[in-house]
């Protein structure tokens, strides 16, 4: 049941995405992830980071996008779960989105990067997260 809240999370967030609506598509995509954490599915987690990639590129944060992405991928990789081809209009969207604002040099630098830092670490950092889940003083 866990997977499946993950997955209509999921599909909000990259629908709020496609409307422009970075604070809504941020929000499916945190509580997403939120859920994938608690189900400990490492294909829900990165799912969600993919999610979380696209608000961020949304909000204006391409570099933080890249990341997100290659921890998505390093996630996917760890499990021997590559993104499925017919699943992968979302990623490769937010992919080209990203790229086409840092250029594919520093895209491919920011995803590696991705790939070996702590999912929640970049999770906890994805822009607008201060104003849409304020942290206690």
Same mark, same amino acid.
């Given at each position: 049941?866990?997977?499946?809240?993950?997955?209509?999370?999921?599909?909000?967030?990259?629908? &709020?995405? %496609? !409307?422009?609506?970075?604070?809504?598509?941020?929000?499916?995509?945190?509580?997403?992830?939120?859920? &994938?954490?608690? +189900?400990?599915?490492?294909?829900?987690?990165?799912?969600?980071?993919?999610?979380?990639?696209?608000? @961020?590129?949304?909000?204006?944060?391409? *570099?933080?996008? &890249?990341?997100? %992405?290659?921890?998505?991928?390093? @996630?996917?990789?760890?499990?021997?779960? =590559?993104?499925? =081809?017919?699943? !992968?209009?979302?990623?490769?969207?937010?992919?080209?989105?990203?790229?086409?604002?840092?250029?594919? &040099?520093?895209? @491919?630098?920011?995803?590696?990067?991705?790939?070996?830092?702590?999912?929640?670490? %970049? @999770? +906890?950092? *994805?822009?607008?997260?201060?104003?849409?889940?304020?942290?206690?003083?």
């Amino acid at each position: 049941a866990e997977i499946a809240t993950t997955l209509i999370h999921a599909e909000l967030g990259f629908v &709020a995405e %496609l !409307r422009g609506d970075a604070d809504g598509a941020l929000r499916h995509h945190l509580e997403g992830h939120a859920v &994938a954490r608690r +189900s400990g599915d490492a294909r829900a987690l990165a799912l969600a980071l993919e999610g979380l990639a696209g608000a @961020a590129v949304l909000a204006g944060d391409a *570099t933080h996008g &890249a990341r997100l %992405l290659g921890a998505a991928a390093a @996630a996917r990789e760890g499990v021997g779960a =590559p993104l499925p =081809p017919a699943e !992968r209009g979302d990623v490769d969207r937010i992919t080209a989105a990203a790229t086409e604002v840092l250029g594919e &040099a520093a895209f @491919a630098e920011q995803f590696a990067r991705g790939a070996v830092t702590d999912p929640d670490e %970049l @999770a +906890s950092a *994805t822009p607008g997260l201060r104003t849409t889940a304020p942290r206690p003083v």
